[in-house]
């Protein structure tokens, strides 16, 4: 059976940090590519940050570059997105994906919520 849990997330002041992490299991994580999306209210789902297989490339949004790092352990089965300098706007919830061809998978979320 396929799972991807995501963790981590929070309540968070501006400025602050936040390291969410994605437990994978009932697949090979290291035949796919992974991506973190987040999803405001009231807005559609949105790609933040992706990761090669071997992690040796990644990708971000223009919003989240510079400060979020995605990285992945293929041995853990976990992809992680590192949040530094968080905005009140990062506020939504935080899913992982993981695709190889037509195949997609998700995780049910985790709230990030950035607010003083």
């Known amino acids: 059976q396929v799972q991807l849990v995501e963790s981590g997330g929070g309540l968070v002041q501006p400025g602050g940090s936040l390291r969410l992490s994605c437990a994978t299991s009932?697949?090979?994580?290291?035949?796919?590519?992974m991506s973190w999306y987040r999803q405001a209210p009231g807005k559609e789902r949105e790609l933040g940050a992706s990761i090669s297989i071997s992690g040796g490339s990644t990708d971000y949004a223009d919003s989240v570059k510079g400060r979020f790092t995605i990285s992945r352990d293929n041995a853990k089965n976990t992809l992680y997105l590192q949040m530094n300098s968080l905005k009140p706007e990062d506020t939504a919830v935080y899913y992982c994906n993981a695709k190889r061809g037509g195949r997609s998978y998700w995780g049910q979320g985790t709230q990030v919520t950035v607010s003083s």
């Open positions: 009932g697949f090979r994580l290291d035949y796919y590519v």
